[in-house]
């Protein structure tokens, strides 16, 4: 393995106003190597890779690329360079107008040398074989806005790759691929690595970070707090230079709930799927945990109203619940926080407060006239609650952190009380900080009501939930109290090795 230093960072310093991001920020990347860069959200990643990816201009410090001075002054500037982002915002990477062929190329036809005359030909057979070389198993026909979240940041990644990189940044990448897909990457990666690729991977999945990472480079507000290139890696000590503290590994304390809040019974959510029954009580929270594609958006949807079920009842408090729109299992007191934030939750022109109080402007309202001061005070008492990073509850959406922004996402269902309290993948994208601060706040404040909460990642269940269902093929497979797990038998039901019905 190569120990070049092909991209060398010395001394970078980056202030928005009087803040100041990045205060001397120092770190190389070698060729041949996966460099994982760990933070905390508010820790200034983002704008580390904005600075690199020619999105922001430097305010001091020192960039090279070879031995030669780096200062990209557009994104095109930093790919013709050989310095190619993959970004966590799944829609910058990918023009939602075009198909998949054309998105694979876009980059060819913009870029200098590009034919004058547009040829479809020769653009199917060259998006072919970026396909091929990424396993990209989507027809090059469809296009971007049909497709999933996954499919789209596989395509997002598959055109970064047909630049062939001599640095390569990837910024939470498998945030919203199944196994099949982040192994798929796992395997570019590995034969990336092999060319002699320097690679600055983004992550906060200890699991990819297990998989992947040569070094790890900790960053904790705007600096380097810890770098981990010592043999075996020390996962937990690069953990603590993140945070800046000691990780608390302990177990959660089971809470058993004495009252049934919701129930299904012989609930049937996809055609051929096999009816299940479930249960949530007061004060627990119930992780739902299984594979990608395996039905755990489409039972959170059913449960607050979104789709129908296509056979079965639901109660709640005891009596019959079926929703026929969100609107209606709002007013039921039942909550969803949704599982892609940018698409489906946040609203970037709007501040901290009005996305807090959107859903329930009618009951903060006199007279059709929302009332500001009652939704300023709702939103200071949630951005102290959740400890969100802000200036104050003005502050635009877009100025904050993904983690910040998951846990305005959160707050905002959480101004209001609940029956049943609806998460998915609410972790998703944020850093093991923000991840337990919102665990906290889940139970701390579950008294009252029930809270579900869909997750991928096992971690996040054994971390939070008091009980873990197990999803496998749209039905309900397994159930365990979470405490002293028989992780075994878990994991075989996630991967649907298990028999139906052993829970």
Known sequence: MSVDAVFRIAGLRKSFGPIQVL?????????????????????????????VSGVYARDGGTITLEGKDFAPETPADAMRSGVVTVHQNINDGVVMALDVATNLT????????????FNPRRVRRQAREVADRMGLEISLDAEISELSLADRQMVSIARAM????????????????????ANRLFSVIDRLRQEGVAILYISHRMS???????????????????????KPLDYEGAVNAMLGQKVDLGQVAVKDADRTVFAARDLRIAPGATPFSMELGDGEIVAVTGLVGVGKTALAETLFGHRQPLGGAMTLRGKSYQPRSTGEAIAEGVFLVAKDRADSGIVQDFNIYENMSLPFLSRISRLGVSRRNAERNMARDRIADLGIVCRTERDEMSTLSGGN?????????????????????????VDIAARR????????SAAG??????????????????????????????????????IDQLLAEIAGRAQRGAA
Do not use: Y
């Open 405 to 429: 922004q998951q846990k305005v996402m959160v707050a905002r269902w959480m101004t209001q009380p609940a029956n049943l309290f609806i998460l998915d993948e609410p972790f998703q994208g």
């Open 162 to 181: 047909a630049h062939e990189p001599k640095v390569l940044i990837l910024d939470e990448p498998t945030s919203s691929l199944s196994s099949a897909e």
């Open 449 to 486: 009501r029930a809270t579900v909460i869909f997750v991928t990642e096992l971690d996040e269940a054994l971390e939070t939930a008091d009980r873990i269902l197990v999803m496998s093929e749209h039905s309900i497979v397994g159930e365990h109290r979470n405490a002293d797990v028989d």
């Open 106 to 117: 876009l980059d060819r036809l913009n870029g200098a040398g590009a034919k004058f005359l």
């Open 208 to 230: 990819d970070i297990r998989r992947l990472a040569d070094r790890i480079i900790c960053l904790r507000d705007g600096g380097i707090s810890g770098v981990f290139d010592s």
């Open 23 to 51: 205060g001397g920020v120092s770190l190389d990347l070698h060729a041949g190597e996966v460099t994982v860069l760990m933070g905390a959200n508010g820790a200034g990643k983002s704008t580390l890779v904005r600075v």
């Open 437 to 444: 601060d919102i665990a906290a706040k889940l139970r701390a």
